[in-house]
């Protein structure tokens, strides 16, 4: 039997320490791990709530588009915000990449493991086919 899994990392610390994936992919469904604004060198250091999402979608992207996908093929995201007044913020940049796209979302408010840290954000997609690349990775 074939493992059909792959994963993807970005290398934040937090990966190793912790043991997951940014990103894994079995089959057609990709899930993207509580996402936020770091690198392999810790936090960002963006002060804006819309800052830290525009950063963490972009990583989402990466990943998703990585494992052979794109941001139409996601069909939840979960945002969790450190202070609900900056869910507008937040919420108007998630809108921006997904306005045509229109996944299932729910945002809250929610304490994050740095104070930093101001959005955390996960992501499911399902690809409706492999390109042949994933086909022969799977």
Not at 81 to 98: C, K, M, P, T, Y
């Amino acid at each position: 039997m074939t493992d059909s899994t792959l994963r993807y990392s970005t290398g934040t610390p937090w990966e190793a320490v912790a043991g997951y994936s940014r990103a894994v992919r079995n089959g057609g469904m990709i899930f993207v791990s509580g996402t936020t604004a770091s690198s392999e060198a810790g936090a960002m250091g963006l002060e804006d709530a819309g800052e830290q999402a525009r950063a963490v979608l972009e990583i989402i992207r990466s990943a998703v588009e990585e494992l052979g996908g794109s941001l139409a093929d996601i069909v939840r995201t979960r945002i969790y915000v450190r202070d609900i007044s900056h869910w507008e913020a937040v919420a108007r940049v998630h809108g921006e990449f997904f306005s045509d796209i229109r996944p299932a979302c729910t945002l809250v408010e929610a304490r994050l493991v740095d104070d930093s840290l101001l959005v955390e954000i996960e992501a499911e997609a399902v690809v409706a086919k492999a390109t042949s690349e994933m086909r022969d990775a799977l």
